[in-house]
């Protein structure tokens, strides 16, 4: 009847309520606001923690900070990829940004007034051809990282206390 959410289904859904989420935030300004900055981040570890949760409820527990890792990493590589994914197609969506890229780059420097006009115009244009890949790498990285540092910190948590 009900089958078992797996880590994997557990990623796609958490990965799908953080593209909701960062719309959401994106459309309605909210990116701003200092306090739901904090919000992606903690739905990640949500999702993390419900896959964790589940696996320690489940007759397949085995007590080992290692099993409870592959849990939790069966649901965070799927997070990272959806994010990944979503990063790109965003970026590909919105040709304006490596321009405001561009821009923003340009202006920064020449603030500084340590570059000449020349270089000021060499290093927007860089910026600007390696935006997606620059955006697609921190997002990789990023997620990558917190997903790493989510599911260790929840798997010595499980490890070590009884719930």
């Not at 409820?57 to 990944?84: A, E, H, N, W, Y």
Request: charged share 20%; aromatic share 12%; net charge positive.
């Amino acid at each position: 009847m009900f089958q078992k959410i797996t880590p994997a289904i557990k990623g796609l859904i958490t990965g799908f309520v953080l593209i909701a989420t960062g719309l959401l935030m994106e459309y309605t300004k909210q990116h701003e606001n200092k306090v739901i900055q904090f919000l992606p981040p903690l739905l990640y570890a949500s999702g993390i923690a419900w896959t964790l949760l589940a696996y320690k409820r489940s007759p397949d527990f085995t007590g080992k900070f290692g099993d409870s890792f592959g849990q939790g990493f069966r649901c965070f590589i799927v997070v990272t990829l959806i994010m990944v994914g979503f990063t790109f197609i965003y970026i590909k969506m919105h040709p304006e940004l490596p321009d405001l890229e561009a821009k923003a780059t340009r202006e920064y420097l020449m603030k500084e007034k340590q570059n000449l006009p020349a270089e000021i115009e060499e290093k927007a244009l860089q910026a600007k051809k390696q935006y997606t890949t620059s955006r697609v790498s921190l997002s990789v990285f990023g997620y990558l990282i917190m997903g790493s540092v989510f599911t260790a910190i929840g798997s010595v948590l499980l490890t070590r206390r009884k719930f």
